[in-house]
């Protein structure tokens, strides 16, 4: 008599459904080890795109006021018309990460943790940032009209 459909040379249903399983697991397996091989042999390549932004209508940046953009990368431009010229700055301090302001009276930008300051320009001029030769990150502006853009690169892998 058989047993619960396995027959005697293991044939049977339930020894089926455990080859099927086994092949089921080595099918996986397989599938995931030619993954990895194929990553390892076709690394992600490294895409650098250079798009520009519309940021706003000149109009919206007050004269002597820093004012932030957030990024696609998810960062921040602070954006400020200096008097001479329009400045998009990242708004983060090379030092340790501070938020950098403008500070209009003086015409610099400052970090208020380490006493950061910069130049219009983002040229670190004091505090840890000028010892170290870090500036702050400057994007290029473009005005178009009555509207400014702003050149943001960004690397994606592929
Ligand atoms: S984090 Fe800005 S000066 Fe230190």
Redesign the pocket.
């Known amino acids: 008599m058989e047993n619960a459909g396995i027959g005697a040379d293991g044939t049977g249903r339930r020894g089926f459904l455990a080859r099927l399983a086994m092949l089921s697991g080595l099918g996986t397996v397989a599938a995931v080890a030619s993954a990895l091989a194929a990553r390892y042999i076709y690394p992600l390549k490294s895409i650098r795109l250079k798009r520009t932004i519309f940021l706003a209508p000149k109009t919206d940046i007050p004269p002597g006021r820093g004012r932030p953009y957030r990024l696609p990368d998810g960062g921040t431009a602070l954006v400020t018309d200096t008097g001479t010229e329009i400045v998009a700055l990242s708004d983060i301090?090379p030092?340790?990460?501070?938020k950098v302001h403008y500070d209009g009276a003086r015409g610099k930008f400052v970090?208020p943790?380490?006493?950061?300051v910069f130049e219009k320009d983002g040229t670190a001029i004091a505090?840890?940032?000028a010892e170290e030769g870090k500036n702050l990150k400057r994007y290029a502006v473009s005005k178009v009209g009555e509207n400014l853009f702003i050149d943001f690169e960004e690397t994606i892998q592929s």
Request: net charge neutral.
């Open positions: 301090c030092h340790l990460g501070c970090c943790c380490h006493g950061g505090g840890p940032p």
